[in-house]
Nanobody
């Protein structure tokens, strides 16, 4: 039973930072890519960042240079370090795994990020 649990969301002022965590269980964590997506009210869900089993990373243009994805294989956890946050980063953030073209087999419950 695959389980993804996000944490670390909250409210922050523009220019501030947050670190999101996603703890994974129920499968061989290091064999799968991990991704972060976000969904803001009234908008489509969008890709934020991903990291593969080799540590290769990718980012949406809107967050490149401000967000960093990392993982701790010993803890089966992926992180999203978010700096220089902007109001337009306000959204529910989800981690996901086993993704192909935005379609992912497993999703976490989400963690809210609000930037004012």
């Amino acid at each position: 039973h695959v389980q993804l649990v996000e944490s670390g969301g909250g409210s922050v002022q523009a220019g501030g930072s947050l670190r999101l965590s996603c703890a994974a269980s129920g499968y061989t964590y290091c064999s799968y890519d991990m991704s972060w997506y976000r969904k803001a009210p009234g908008k489509e869900r969008e890709f934020v960042s991903a990291i593969d089993s080799d540590g290769n990373t990718s980012y949406a243009d809107s967050v490149k240079g401000r967000f960093t994805i990392s993982q701790d294989n010993a803890k089966n956890t992926v992180y999203l370090h978010m700096n220089v946050l902007k109001p337009e980063d306000t959204a529910m953030y989800y981690c996901a795994t086993d993704c192909i073209g935005g379609s992912c087999s497993y999703w976490g419950q989400g963690t809210q990020v609000t930037v004012s």
